[in-house]
C-alpha cells in the first residue's frame, strides 16, 4: 500500500508495499492531490541507482532501518538477536494517520504514524514480546529522511538559570548526537533539534525538527551519510537492562514529534502551537501570578505575609503562590522534603488563615511542592530508607535524595499526602518543582512513567486543579508532560536581560501562555544586574506574567505603573496568549525584534529591545512582519512603566505623532526607524488594521 498524508502545506508520502518495513518516500512540502497511479509513479521513481560495492538492490530508508538491510547508520532497533523484520499488515485508522504491523521472531513493532490538520507529524512504536526467555531492548527510535539540501543544525545547551542557549554547526558527514541522562531534560537539554538549508532563521529557509516528547533521557541525532540519505533521529535513551519483557509483554516509545517548515523557524513555531493549542481544553485566561519565593524566601508566617497579600492584591495579582517553606520543618534548603504537612510553629492554625486573606482579597491559592525528592534530614528518609533511589548512602544534589515513585509504597504516599492537602485546603494550583538529577543509571523509564501515573491520577481526582511543571527552573520543558500540565515554570532567573533570550528560544516549541514569566526585585536575586522596571514589566508581559517581588518595599510609584502593566496584561490576553509569535532577524545580535499577531491579522504587539550597546549609531529600522500585507495598519508607541532609556537630541517625527498609517507590506519590508535606545531596554508597539 502507498500512504499520501497531506496538510497544511505538508506531505507525508510511505512506500508500504512489503514486504520489508515500509520507507517514506517524502516529508516536506505538500505535493497536491495525488492519485494512486501518482503514488505508484513516484515511489517507483524514487528507487536511486545501484552504488558499486554495496548491496545489489537499490538502497532504501525504512521506518526501522538496520544493518541487515544496508544501513550502516545509526540504527532505529537494537537489542537481544538480530530480527528480520517483514511486513505483516497496513492500516488507515483514520485520514491523517497510518498503522504498520513488522513482525520478527517472536517480535511484534506496531508503528503509529499520524500528520496533524496543523502538519505536525508524530511517530511511535509499540514493540511485544512473545517468544520465550526475556527479551532486553537496547533502543527503539524514529529515523525520517531529511533531502541534503538541509545542511545546518540548531540544537540547544545550556545551564541552571541560562537555559535554552541555541548553537549551530554545520552538518559534515557523520552524526551530530545530542543524548542526555538526567533523569529529566536537563538545562542542557537539545529541546528541538531543526535541520535545514544554509543560513535559515527565524524568517526564512526549509526547516525540519524533531522534538522527543518524554520528561527522561533521550537521544537526539543528524545524520549524514556517504551511503544513504541525511537523517534525524530521536529515542528515549534507555541504560542496558532498563526495559525488558517477557512473554506478552510490550514497551511503547515516547511520540516522535516531527515538523517541516518552508519559512524558518517561526514557521515551525506556528505548526506546532496552533497543534499544542489544538490538543487541550481550552484555558481559562492566565492569571497573573505572585510567587512568594524571591519576596520572603523562608521568612514565612501570617504576619508576614498577610501585607504581600494586600499589595498583590492592590495591583491586580490574580493568583498567589505560597513557595517553599511552608511544610515540617522546613527552614532552609536541607531539610524535610518529604514531609508533606503544614509546619505547626509557622502555621499554629494551618494554612487556612492565609488561604481566606488571599480569597477574601479575589484571587486564588497556589503552593510549592517537590513531591519526587526526599531531604536525608526528613522524617520520610528516617522511617522508609527504602523507599530512596539508590539507597540512602546515594550522592546528594543540593541536599537532596530522589524518591523512588516505582515502588507502589512510595508512589501511594506520595498520591495520598498531595490528596489530603488538595482535600483540606482550597488549592487551586501546585508548582511542582524538580530540583536534580537522578544519577542513578536505569531509574529514568520507571521514574518518569511513575509521574506521569501520579500526574494523572491527581488531575482525576482534583480536575480543576492546575499544575506548574518547574525543574530547579526550565530543566523539564517536553511535550511529554505537556498534557499534564498547565504551566512550566522557563528558568529560576528573573534577569529580564537573560529572559529575552531564554524566552525567544523556549516559545520556538512551546506556546507562551504555557511559560511563566515574572517581574523581579530590581537587582536580580541571581545575576546581581539591577534593571529598570520598564524593561522588566516589558519581558514579563510576552509569556504567562507575574511578580516574583516583595511588592511591601516598592515605591507606591512603581506599584502603580505594575498596576497599569497588570491592566493592560489582562487586556491584551487573548492577543499574547492566541496570536502567532514573530521573531525578527537583523544583522545586529544586540537588538532584537519581536512580537505576536492576533489570528485574524488585525491587531498586533511587537518588542524592540537592546541587549547590549547597537552596533550603528542609527540602527536599522523596525520592520513589523506577519501582517496582512494589503490591510493598512497604524502603528503606536505603548508606554510601559516609564519611558525607556534613549541617547539622542531627538526622536523619530513618526513617535513624537500621533503614528504611522502604512500598509502591512510596507511595514514589513521598510520598517519604521526606532529610538535610540541605551542597553537593556524595551519599546513596545501596538499595531492596529483600519475598519474594513
Known sequence: MLIHLQAAGTSFVLDARGPQ?????????????????????????AVPAVPPSSLDTPPRLSLLPALGDGWSGRPAFAGTGRPRWRLRDVSRPSPGSVLVT???????????????????????????????????????AAVLPVPARATEVVDFGGLWAYERRPQRTSLAF?????????????????????????????????????????????QLWAERSTLGPTVLGSGELLAPGEVRLTAGESYTTPWTVAVWSATGIDGISERLHEWIRSRRAPLKPRPVVLNTWEAVYFDQ??????????????????????????????????????????????????????????????MDFGLWVEPEMVSPDSVLAREHPDWILGGPDAATWRHQLVLNLALPSAYAYVLDSLSALLTTYDIAFLKWDHNRDLLQEG???????????????????????????????????????????????????????????????TSVLMPPELLGSHVGAPTTHITGRTEALSFRLATSLFGHAGIEWDLTTAPEADRAQIAAWVREYQQRRALLHGGTLIRSNGDDPSVLVHGVVSPDRRSALYALVTLRAPASALPEPVRFQGLDPVRRYTVRPLLLGSQPRTLQDAPPPWLVADGVTLPGRVLAEVGLPPSLLTPEQAQLFTVDAEPA
Open 21 to 45: 518495513p515500509p520507507s517514506v518516500v517524502h516529508w516536506g512540502a505538500a505535493l497536491g492531490d495525488l492519485t494512486d497511479d501518482d503514488l505508484a509513479a513516484l515511489a517507483e521513481a
Open 102 to 140: 513488522l513482525v520478527a521472531a517472536g517480535l511484534e513493532i506496531a508503528t503509529e504514524v499520524e500528520l496533524s490538520a496543523q502538519g505536525v507529524l508524530r511517530l511511535r512504536h509499540r514493540l511485544s514480546f512473545d517468544g520465550d526467555g526475556e527479551f532486553s531492548l537496547g533502543s527503539l
Open 174 to 218: 557523520g552524526a551530530w548526537t545530542r543524548e542526555t541522562r538526567h533523569g529529566r531534560p536537563g538545562h542542557d537539554d537539545p529541546y528541538l533539534m531543526m535541520l535545514g538549508t544554509p543560513g535559515f532563521d527565524f524568517r526564512a529557509g526549509e526547516v525540519w525538527a524533531v522534538h522527543l516528547a518524554w520528561s527522561g533521557d533521550k
Open 301 to 362: 508566617s501570617l504576619a508576614r505575609l498577610e501585607p504581600l497579600v494586600s499589595a498583590a492584591a492592590s495591583v491586580g495579582v490574580e493568583r498567589f503562590v505560597l513557595d517553599d517553606g511552608w511544610f515540617l520543618g522546613r527552614t532552609d534548603d536541607r531539610r524535610a522534603l518529604g514531609d508533606w504537612t503544614v509546619d505547626p510553629q509557622r502555621w499554629p492554625s494551618g494554612l487556612g488563615p492565609l488561604i481566606e486573606a488571599v480569597h477574601s482579597r479575589g
Open 443 to 505: 531509574s529514568a523509564h520507571a521514574q518518569t512513567t511513575a509521574l506521569y501515573r501520579l500526574l494523572g491520577e491527581l488531575r482525576r481526582r482534583f480536575p480543576a486543579l492546575e499544575i506548574e511543571s518547574c525543574a530547579s527552573g526550565g530543566a523539564r520543558i517536553d511535550l511529554g508532560i505537556v498534557d499534564l500540565v498547565d504551566r512550566f515554570w522557563t528558568s529560576d532567573t528573573n534577569d529580564a536581560l537573560e529572559r529575552q533570550q531564554i524566552q525567544r528560544w
